[in-house]
């Protein structure tokens, strides 16, 4: 599988820590400090889910190699859904007027992105699809509980739009070389550590040192395990990007992998926890400064529990 553009939309309200301290008195130290977190990105009251899918497809299109109604498979990938009924998937295909395509949206939390870039995998070996859109939206803004003061300051919106065939367009394209998920609903507290419940609570996270623990094994496991079957030594990375949920996490596995923090990529700094689009985002933000033969492994941990791993290589 060819990568050929991503492309990503970040809403334009910035909502800094001090917001936290006025209202809850949460300092900007203590967030840093628990977080990495400085600032995030919100919506506007006319801003959703779907909406941001759309920019940022919509962003894509002067530099899309080919024309988007050749597209025949459509991911969306969200655990914040605007709409249950009439998905993000459905919502991007009205927009563009894509005809007779697959369409559907899936959610594995914070891992859904990987876990969409395997099924487009699947439906490429079963020539069921040759180009595919995997649009990755989250809007937690709608979700956050700001009662719970130990994860409200967490996360941020934003959303990412990944186009992929089989076949090389353009000197920015990237492989997909391999790519694994993994379902972890029966270890630790699981589907209670974090989770979305409309009706109770929404986004909450009441077991934080749980989700900080496994977290720090799988992505480190998984980044581990998805170069070994490869047969690349981790001095060959050249870029690493970490599931945007918290900078400790990243810290802690980048220590233990011994990877420089010049090949680490980041943005929770700018936009907090942006869930599953927290990784394309990323990948998309440094589009150009990748070189040829770069390998980058993007490697994530999310709510069921979920991990999964995404090895890349720029052509």
């Known amino acids: 599988m060819i990568i050929n553009h991503v492309t990503h939309y970040i809403p334009d309200i910035v909502i800094p820590n001090e917001y936290f301290f006025a209202k809850y008195g949460i300092t900007n130290e203590e967030i840093i ?63 563009f007027n894509i005809d007779e395509v697959r369409c559907f949206t899936i959610d594995s939390g914070c891992s859904s992105f990987v876990n969409a870039i395997e099924i487009v995998d699947c ?3 079963n020539n069921k699809a040759s180009k595919a859109l995997i649009v990755i939206s989250e809007n937690n803004t709608a979700y ?22 089989n076949q090389r367009y353009s000197t920015g394209d990237i492989e997909v070389i391999d790519v694994n998920t993994t379902g972890l609903g029966n270890i ?35 980044t581990e ?3 070994n079957k490869n047969d690349i030594d981790l001095s060959q990375l050249n870029y ?43 990948l998309s933000q440094n589009f150009k400064k990748y070189n040829p033969n770069d390998i980058i492994v993007i490697s994530v941990f999310g709510g069921g529990y979920s991990s999964g791993a995404i090895l890349l290589k720029k052509l």
Do not use: W
């Open 33 to 95: 400090s628990k977080s990495g977190i400085k600032q995030r990105r919100r919506t506007r009251p006319n801003e959703n889910t779907n909406s941001m899918a759309i920019e940022a497809v919509t962003k894509a299109l002067p530099d899309l190699p080919f024309p988007i109604n050749e597209i025949d498979l459509i991911i969306g990938a969200t655990y914040t859904p605007y709409d249950t009924g009439g998905t993000l998937a459905h919502a991007v295909q009205k927009q």
């Open 225 to 227: 395990q998805i170069l």
């Open 144 to 165: 956050i509980d700001e009662s719970d003061k130990n994860s409200c300051f967490l996360f941020g919106d934003g959303a990412a739009a990944v186009f992929i065939t």
């Open 188 to 222: 630790g507290k699981s589907i209670d550590a974090v989770y979305v419940r409309p009706n109770h609570g929404g986004i909450r996270m009441p077991f934080g040192k749980d989700v900080f623990q496994y977290a720090c094994k799988y992505m480190l496991l998984e």
């Open 123 to 125: 439906y490429f070996a």
């Open 240 to 282: 690493f990007i970490p599931h945007q949920a918290n900078a400790r996490i990243t810290d802690y596995v980048t220590k233990k992998l011994n990877i420089e923090q010049s090949c680490v990529l980041t943005n929770i700094e700018e936009l907090g926890n942006t869930g599953s689009a927290s990784t394309p985002i990323v």
